[in-house]
Every structure is written in C-alpha cells, then in structure tokens.
C-alpha cells in the first residue's frame, strides 16, 4: 500500500476516534429544534412533499435545500435518536480530513506536509462546534463539496496541461460540486478567491504577478462568479426575510469596520490559543479605539508582509490570503444575528491558516531540526483540549454553563440556562436568568418571551402578558410569542383577542401547526366544533405527529356526537384519543379524556374502569393532584371500579379545589357525581 493511502487510513481512524465521544452528545436547545427535532418536514423523512419543501424553505435566514435533506435522510435512518445525526457529522468531518490531504498533495506533493495540515485541521478544539452540533450540518456537508469541487478544478488545470480530453468534464465538474457546497451553506461564496490564489501558488498558473495573467484567470472562473454573486443576493433576501441582518441605523459604518478589525485578530487568537472557547461570543458595539488601531496596524503589517514576500514565500501570501478572504463574509461588515465571533465560521478559513503555519515551520525546523520535536507536544496539546471542548456539548446546561464561565454579558447563554432551569421546573432560577439577560441586552425579545412564560407558570398573568407583548413590540412577526400571548387570552375567555394572535403567528408563518392546533382549542372552548375540526385537520396537515392536535381532535368529534345525540363519532373519538397518547404518552387533557370515556360511557363496550383509573391517576400525577377536572375524572374511574370510598374522597379534594380558583361549573359537577357516589352508583353523562 502507498504512502498516501496509510496516511489516508491513518486521518480517517484518528478524526473517527477523536470525535467518538460526540455520539453521547444530545440535541441542542438552539436551532437543533428549528432543523431537526421540531421541523415537521424533517422529521418525517425522506418525502415527495418533503423533498419540495427544502427546496423553498427558509430556515434560522438561510436557504440551504442540501443540508435539509441530509437532515432529513439521517431521520429516515436513525429517527429523532441523536447519536445517528452525530455519527454523520463525525463521518463528513473525517471524510474532509482525508480529502483535504488528498487536494493539497496533488497540488503540492508534499505528503507530510500536507499530512501535517489536515491533522490539525481534523483535530483542532474549534472544529467541534461544527462536529458535535447537529445544526451545524451545513459546515461539514458545505466543506465537503467545497473540497470536492477544488479537486475537480485541479484535475481540470492537469488537464489543460496535457490537453487531455476531460477538460470540459472537470471543469463543470466543479462548478456542479460548487453549486452543491452553496446550497448546503451559502459561505462557499469565496472559493473562486481561493481558486485565484491556488492559481498563484501551487499551481503556479500565473508565472508573476502582471495584470493580463490575472485578468484571464479571472474571466476564467465567470461561472463560479456568478453562482456567486447569485448566492450573495439569495442568501442577503433570506436574511433579511428572517430579520437576521443589522441596518446602518443599528451598526454604523465605523462600528461595523471596528468590530471586523478587532475579529480578525480574535480568530487569530482563536486559532493558535485554542482554550476557553465559547459555543457564543456576544457582539461588542463598544470597540476602544486604542484596541482598534492596534488591531488594524497588526493585519496591516502581516498583510504587507505577506504579500511583499509572495515571489520568495508563496504560501505565505496563499494563506493569509485564504484566511482573510473567507472570513469576509462573516466578519461583520454585514452583521447576521448576535454573535461577534463564532467557532464554525473557521471551519474552512483555518485551512489557509494552517497552511501557512505548516510551511513556515517547515522553513524552520530546515534551519533547526529540534522544532519537529515540537510536533508530538502540539498534537497531544490539540487532542487534549479538543476531547475536553467535546465534553461540554454534551447537552444544552452544560454548554452555556461554560459559555458563563469564559464570557461576560452572554446573554445568549443567560437566556438558555435559563430555559433549562424552566425546563426542570425551577422558575425562580429561570426567572432571575432571564432578568440577567435582558439587563445585559434589553431589546433582546426572547427573554422578554421565557420570562413571560415562567411568570405564567407561577400564575402571575399580568406580568406575563406584559412580557409577550413586549417580545412581540420588538419582534412582531414572533410566531410563539402570539401562540402564547393566544393561550393566555384564551384562558382568560378572551377569545377574540386570542383568535387575533393566532391569525398573526399563522401571517408570520403560513405552515404552522401549533397555530392551527391552538387556534382550535380556543374554538373547541366556545363550543364551535366544526370550525375547531377544520383547524386540527390542517394543523395534522402540516404535522402528523402533533399531540394536542390529535387531541383536540378526538374532544370535537366527541363533542360533535353528543350534541348531535348520536355516538357515531365516538369510535372516532377513541383513534384520535389513543394516536395523541402514541404521540404523547404524557398529555394530561389526553389521558384525562380517554379516562372520562372509559369510566363514564353509557356504553358498555366502550367502558373500562381499570384503565380508567391508570389514565386518569396518570394525569392527576402530571399536573400535581391540583386541577379539579382532573380529579373528578378519577373519581369517576374509581366508582365505575366499585371504590366509591376513594371516589369520594377524590370528589372532595377536587370540590375544594374547584371552590378557592372559583370554579362554579366544577363545583356543580362535583355536587353531581358525589351524589352519585353516595348512592352507590357509577357517574353516567356527557362531560360538563
């Protein structure tokens, strides 16, 4: 076996090995939801409807059909598991280590050299982010046809050389592989620069640096260019769509070049000190000017030296180069989202910039053979602080507890420890993290959002309203914050109020289900069954596997057969009932009206009290023994079981309950059904 094959197995075990652990890693609270876990679409698969979709989906400002489907191919593989999703990032990532080998051999020959490159490439601490996220598909699968598409053009340039006759072939061959690294993640957009460059040095195209040479390696590339420029302008629409990018009104001109210039020295440090990184680093709009000038003098100064030694010292410039122009897109001169910096947009800039570092140290050690001793010492350094980088993503706490632990004013990170702490049902932690969040970034809408629902969950409505509707003054098109500012209008008896809501998260986005869903609740509330109908039938349209609206569902055809005094819905009823509880085991309205049906029914057939009584005890443990309905329903499961002591005794505590929330209609119904316990007998009747 060659050389080049044994270093080749030798890239593709080590970066399999290094990323393994990445496998016990979960889903993510940010975007992982928005592609994968919570994207209708994607979860279903590989379909004909979904595959149509991808192709006009927009998704967290970005349209990148290849990388959806890739996402939803692992669905159809491995399902919601997310140790499946890992394993192909792991694989793409291993995969572009072997090809970057293979690329930068057969331009350079140097094999060890190269080896070199791709191994820091591979094992480098800020390659994680991009492995071990699921969301950040786009970076290895992008990278992946970005490289292909280089090989493609070296294999053209050979071509061209020998005048062999798959010039033609290799040429479009790498267009085709540039269009697919676009559309997987639109920061390919500079590979015609990095072309250029290669043409420089090694493929030593243009023999010196004369405009004409230049020109007609330029004109060459006209249709990369264009897919270019074309993608610039589709993924700048799809930003501005999604809100993601900052007007001149936000970010002046000068704020804008402070920050690019103090990021570019960042990703340096980024780079060649690897620890302590972030999976977020909040935007600075505060640049001191000292640090400003100092940064710009510095890629000042390494720019002219690069560039003034590019006859002596090619991959110098070829690096620097490399490293600066691919960073352009996202280094602030048009600022997309938050971040001031970010890990995974040096997946491929990092190249250059071990490209340049290789081939000095190798100038180097020529002159002083001890620094390969070095080489041991930075591979173990590297692997060390990438398996420790890999340990914190694991899971959403722990990986913005470290973003805490090395950043300040995260806000990000403040908002999704906070979201966790929620989660477990710690709302007074949840709540203060979300004050610290919005301290640091007042307009920031999504605390306003989490802090509205945490202070609903400690049953201060007020409040809560007042946080949606402020999410919602600096964000009007923000779909959840309608859905919820909806549900709590709806509780209130507000219904038209909520409808309103739920018509403007469905005018924000078209497709979503949770508007129809919720919106049918607020019909089904006001005994509108049939519209409630056609709102839950659109809403399982767009997403099967929505719990609440198989639920609903199943309450309005149910409805809809007594009030029509006929049981033909019910039979109905019960599949929808049973597919919401396959959807969602825990659904407390879904197992307390399945319970109801089974202890109540005046059918015989349709009753069963043992499972009542599982049902509706399951219910009463979800919501914490405190909603009365809840309770009756258990009742009523235990006397349909002969256990009228218990029953009672339910029917007591609901009828306490039912009297200090002031709820008279449960009251009633409680006066009912202990009546009909007292006697000895089964309760029998439509639900109240």
Known sequence: MSRSRWICLALLAFTVALYAPALCCQFLAIDDPAYVTENPHVRAGLTPDGLAWAFRANIVGNWHPVTLLSHMLDCQVYGLRPWGHHLTSVLL??????????????????????????ALFAAHPARVESVAWVAERKD??????????????????????????????????????????????PMAVTLPLVLLLLDFWPLERARGLEGPAWRRLAAEKWPWLALSALWCGITFCAQRADQAVSSTSQLSA?????????????????????????????????????????????????TWLAVAGARRRPWLAVGWLWFLGMLAPV?????????????RYTYLPSVGFFLMVVWAGAAWAARHPAVKLLIPLLGAALVALTSSELGYWKDTPTLFQRALEVTANNYVALTLVGTEEESRGKLDDAIVHYRQALACKPAYPEPHLFLGRALEGKGRTAEAMSEYREALRLRPDFEEAHLLLGLLLAREKRFDQAAAQ??????????SAAAHSDWGAVLLQQGRWRESLAHYTEALRLDATLAAAHHGLAVASFQMGLDCERMGHIPDALTYYETALRQDPDLPEALQHRAWIAATDARPALRDGALAVKLATRACDLTGHNRPSMLLTLAAAYAETGRFGDALASVKTAEALAKMQGEKDLEAQAARLRAAFAAGQPYRGKPE
Do not use: D
């Open 254 to 302: 000068s704020e804008r070049i402070s920050h690019a210039l103090i990021a570019y020295v960042g990703y340096v440090r980024l780079l060649a000190f690897p620890w302590r990184l972030s999976a977020y680093y909040p935007y600075q709009h505060h640049q001191p000017a000292g640090g400003v000038l100092a940064a710009g003098a510095a890629l000042a100064l390494a």
């Open 93 to 118: 990532h291993a995969a572009n280590s072997v090809l970057l080998f293979l690329v930068l051999t057969r331009m350079t020959g140097a094999a060890w050299r190269c080896a070199l490159v791709a």
């Open 140 to 185: 290895v699968l992008s990278a992946f046809f970005w490289l292909l598409a280089v090989w493609a053009y070296v294999r053209y340039v050979e071509e061209g050389r020998t005048r062999g006759p798959r010039l033609k072939y290799f040429y479009w061959l790498g267009v085709a592989f540039f269009a697919l690294a676009l559309m997987a993640k």
């Open 331 to 343: 280094i602030g001169l048009v600022q997309v989202g938050g971040q001031g910096l970010a890990c």
């Open 502 to 511: 739920y018509q403007a998260a469905l005018k924000a986005n078209p497709e």
